[in-house]
């Protein structure tokens, strides 16, 4: 199992954590990470996507040429360039003219891309490629009355028909849900699970209403399940949910706190990696939690 | 030969042709054509004065010939036609220019063009008026007797209208019994009359007619012929009980293990029923049938294999065969898994085969994974008395539980949770791009009747409808609407979005108010979907030869004028086959389809139009190009014991398929001969030359 690592800027710039995470957990789990030189930014939602789509294709055709040329497909840890590479590729493949201008674009640099490679979603590997049943294994701590509730993400989820895999109710996601199942964890369902976290194109166009949104998740999260720990699939709703929150909370708009983890992060520390290292950064603490799971969750 | 004397009579239409024709330059034009003697033009050509123009002119012996410039034949023809009969002009002496639909519509606005284009339509008809040859109508003999395929109320309507006014209906059925979907509601709107309670004596009548034999669980295999002798071959399935001897005493329907258990059709799948089954307790026939795929063969005994036998000499019986009292359920004896092909022949033939309700699994982002959200059928089946819990209103998720108990002999009481909270959602599926653009008719009406019926009997009820905005046109209906209104159920204009499930069961339906400019959130027990009305199988009007509409309902040969006819003549169609409707719609449209089938069926004969192919035995060198040409089976190669082809003119349609192909130009189409058709293209070179 071999793919190019596509990191993306929220990761290689915010959250350079996740990225350990996903460098740790790799080998043991029998997956062999390509660096995909040259990579560039995705391109991002809110950017280019939404002024040229040409342009967007060709910057995306070009990111996953990187992995083409190695004959291998990308994976990354964040849904918008999961989602904004898988777009771009379906757009080209269903569309003959919007390929060929891109690889006209592409010939300029002495690239080409065939339609081969896609970007697959490390949740998505982890859950098909590597399986449940070798997570379950290489797991070295198990999280016993450790209640979470989940975040899938919108990206991770929609449009079903461009994402390489899907999940057969998308209203009704499960994939990250079997993975924090597998470590042992009590995972609760909330109505609002599928719910934007309100980071996406709201954090920069308003930041009152990306509040709302992130305050209204909490406080569904808070209320009905009374989680110990976010997990979410999305580099995004990692930092929105995480920073919201402290901010919340704050202004006295809410009086608790969940710590957040992206699954790969959870997945790296009960695997026993340093929380320092895959865990770092965050707003609302996470000392508890990751306490509870080295210290009292050991198999 | 006399030479021809042709008038041309052009029509404005009001303004329909006059609008974009100039009518006064055609006529002046067709006043210069050969052998034209007259023509005039007039407002209304099909009036009484318009008519009497041509009459006039055909009295005076001014003309033998008539040409009429304006609509369509399919409608206008007949009425010329008769024109010229009633004075005793041979009335295949008529020919038509339709310059409304092919000329003044689709040219609307090129007014000159128009003008031109009808000039050249007129030219052309006048060219085979010439032509034309005096025909003689012919007459055929019919069967009387009526096939009515579908076994709802539309079905059961048209088959005892027909058998009381005296003839013979065959009423074929491939559910076990009859009652249709009317059977499964609980009450019926805007009267709130018990739906069985109206409907069961009439299945009883139907059962009881003299005049009408009864075919269900059975399906038409094949339909051949034509309209007054069409051949039908009806598939009766295998019931693998013996119906001569079933008493529908009911003894073996508590006999199959639970392994042999399927979602029960009748209930909507809310609650499970046997491989042996009597559809419901007012069936009729009320007899039991095998559900052959999901009986599990108890003891691995197939059909016509004996029982096995103890050492102390019993045999061993399944226990549907130890449970029935007649013998009817016999696994011994051998059964013919193909059933049993039975062939009719009839006249007509009505179908009434009804609809069927979108699926909830369609619609994820409205929670469908949840036992709690239910379709409507399933709510009436829920609120019914012969429903799975007796009528009982109880969330369906303890549906199950609710079967234990009653299995067990209803001992200790049981804990089950009564909804507080439902909500209705409207158009799930209907008047959307996603799924069908069109509107299901009766959602609006039966979501308030339900809603009515639950606030009736349970006033502590919290009930949301959420509809896009309240279809109640009918008579009565919006009575109906205020009534509940009134009864305090609370209406929401706007669509629910989405549904999501609460950890405990409870569903979270969120929706947009138009009314105060907001979301809502309702936190429901239950959620009602109004699913669309879809159209049943597509296969039975490829059967048939019959078409559909871009939705997949039965499509009626005119919209307004002729609402229950086919394009294939001697074949009628009513009900929701046709498109959704209510039952007050059903049965008006299923009594006009019976007087239809008896208005074409009652002379006994049937006016055939001379306007088929004849072969001309002296050219026909019996190749037989033509025979499987026919779309209408009309031509054999055999004519006096000589291999030639030969046309069955009650079969021949005059489509003229055999007469375009035949290489020896040995077949003419009546009304369209070679020299007919020429003349009339040879007209149209002359106008592109010029």
């Not at chain 2, 052998?35 to 123009?53: I, N, T």
């Not at chain 2, 001697?570 to 059903?586: E, L, M, R, V």
Request: hydrophobic fraction near 40%; include cysteine.
């Amino acid at each position: 199992m071999k793919y190019g690592l596509f990191l993306g800027c929220n990761i290689s710039f915010n959250r350079p954590d996740v990225e350990a995470a996903i460098r740790s957990v790799s080998p043991l789990l029998g997956v062999e990470l390509d660096d995909l030189n040259g990579q560039s930014c995705c391109p991002t939602w809110g950017t280019v996507p939404s002024v040229d789509t040409i342009a967007w294709c060709a910057v995306g055709a070009r990111n996953l040429a990187l992995g083409e040329e190695k004959g291998i497909d990308l994976v990354t840890a964040c849904n918008t360039c999961y989602s904004s590479l898988s777009e771009a590729r379906y757009k080209m493949l269903n569309d003959a003219e919007t390929m060929r201008e891109v690889n006209e674009i592409l010939k300029k640099i002495g690239k080409e891309y065939k339609g081969k490679s896609k970007c697959r979603h490390v949740a998505w590997v982890l859950y098909r490629d590597v399986g449940l049943d070798r997570i379950k294994k290489a797991a070295k701590y198990e999280l016993d009355d450790i209640v979470i509730a989940v975040q899938p993400g919108c990206h991770f989820l929609w449009p079903s028909k461009v994402l390489p895999d899907r999940e057969e109710d998308p209203f009704n996601p499960v994939v990250l849900r079997e993975l924090c199942k597998v470590l042992g964890a009590d995972v609760r369902p909330y109505t609002r699970m599928i719910d934007c976290c309100g980071a996406g194109a709201l954090k920069s166009t308003n930041q009152e209403k990306s509040y709302k949104l992130a305050k209204m998740k909490l406080e569904c999260i808070r209320k009905e399940t009374d989680a110990d720990l976010i997990v979410t699939t999305c580099s995004s709703c990692l930092i929105q949910l995480d920073e919201a929150q402290e901010m919340l909370r704050k202004r006295g708009e809410i009086d608790f706190s969940i710590p957040v983890l992206h699954y790969v992060q959870l997945l790296a520390l009960c695997m026993g990696f340093d929380p320092e290292r895959v865990a770092g950064i965050c707003v609302t603490p996470r000392d508890e939690i990751i306490s509870k799971i080295v210290e009292s969750g050991r198999k | 030969m006399k030479k021809p004397r042709i008038g041309v009579y052009v029509c404005h239409c009001g303004e329909n042709i006059a609008g974009a024709v100039d009518v006064k330059k055609v006529r002046e034009f067709a006043e210069k054509l050969p052998d034209v003697v007259v023509a005039r033009d007039y407002l209304f050509m099909c009036s009484d004065p318009g008519q009497e123009l041509i009459k006039k002119d055909i009295r005076d012996g001014l003309v033998d010939r008539v040409v009429v410039a304006s609509c369509t034949p399919k409608t206008h023809e007949p009425i010329f036609r008769r024109a010229c009969e009633a004075e005793g002009l041979n009335k295949y002496y008529l020919e038509m220019a339709n310059i409304r639909d092919q000329c003044s519509w689709p040219h609307w606005h090129e007014k000159e063009k128009a003008t031109e284009k009808a000039k050249q339509l007129v030219a052309s008809a006048v060219a085979k008026a010439r032509l034309l040859k005096p025909l003689e109508d012919m007459f055929v003999e019919l069967n009387q007797d009526v096939l009515v395929i579908g076994g709802g109320i539309a079905g059961i309507f048209a088959a005892l209208d027909i058998g009381n006014a005296g003839y013979r209906v065959y009423l074929v059925e491939k559910n076990p019994s009859i009652g249709g979907n009317m059977a499964k509601l609980d009450k019926t709107f805007p009267t709130n009359d018990c739906s069985s309670c109206i409907l069961t004596p009439l299945m009883v009548d139907v059962a009881n007619h003299p005049n009408i034999e009864l075919l269900t669980y059975s399906e038409v295999e094949s339909v051949e012929g034509t309209v007054g002798k069409f051949r039908v071959k009806v598939r009766k399935k295998q019931t693998w009980v013996d119906w001569e001897k079933c008493t529908g005493c009911g003894a073996c329907l508590d006999a199959c293990p639970p392994k042999a258990m399927v979602p029960n059709e009748f209930n909507e799948g809310l609650d499970t029923r046997g491989a042996i089954y009597i559809p419901f307790p007012q069936a009729v026939p009320r007899k039991a049938v095998i559900d052959i795929d999901a009986c599990i063969k108890c003891g691995g005994r197939e059909f016509g294999e004996a029982p096995r036998i103890t050492r102390d000499g019993k045999e061993i019986l399944a226990p549907c065969e130890k449970a029935c009292p007649t013998g009817a359920c016999s696994r011994t004896e051998p059964k013919n898994p193909e059933g049993e092909v039975v062939e009719l022949e009839v006249g007509a033939i009505i179908v009434a085969t009804g609809y069927r309700v979108m699926e909830k699994t369609h619609f994820k982002e409205l929670a469908a994974h949840s036992p709690n959200v239910i379709t409507a059928l399933q709510m009436e089946r829920l609120i019914s008395a012969t429903g799975p819990t007796e009528g009982k209103l109880i969330i369906p998720a303890d549906i199950p539980k609710y079967k234990a108990w009653k299995k067990k002999g209803r001992g200790e009481d049981i804990e089950l949770r009564s909804p507080e909270v439902i909500t209705f959602i409207s158009c799930v599926g209907s008047r959307s791009r996603k799924y069908h653009t069109y509107c299901s008719r009766v959602c609006c009406m039966y979501m308030l009747k339900q809603a009515m019926q639950l606030k009736e009997s349970y006033p502590d009820l919290e009930i949301y409808i959420s509809f896009i905005d309240v279809r109640a046109a009918g008579k009565d209906f919006d009575e109906y609407y205020m009534r509940c209104k009134e009864l305090g159920v609370k209406i929401i204009r706007g669509r629910a979005g989405g549904i999501q499930e609460l950890p405990d069961g409870r569903l979270l339906v969120r929706s947009y108010d138009s009314d105060i400019g907001k979301p809502v959130e309702i936190v429901s027990d239950l959620v009602v979907l109004a699913t669309a009305i879809e159209p049943s199988s597509s296969e039975l009007a490829r059967k048939l030869g019959i078409s559909l509409g871009v939705e997949g309902f039965l499509r009626e040969k005119h919209t307004k004028l002729y609402p229950v006819d086919t394009l294939r003549e001697g074949i009628f169609i009513c009900g929701c086959a046709q498109g959704p409707k209510d039952i007050p719609d059903s049965v008006a449209q299923a009594k006009a389809a019976a007087s239809s089938a008896m208005a074409l069926l009652s002379k006994g004969k049937m006016r055939v139009e001379p306007l088929i192919a004849e072969v001309d035995m002296e050219k026909c060198s019996g190749c037989g190009i033509c025979a499987p040409l026919c779309p209408y089976k009309a031509i054999t190669i055999e004519h006096d014991g000589k291999r030639r082809a030969e046309i069955n003119a009650t079969l021949c349609k005059g489509c003229g398929v055999c007469a375009a192909e035949c290489p020896s130009k040995a077949i003419d189409l009546h009304g369209f001969t070679f020299e007919q058709i020429l003349s009339q293209i040879e007209v149209f070179a002359e106008f592109e030359e010029a």
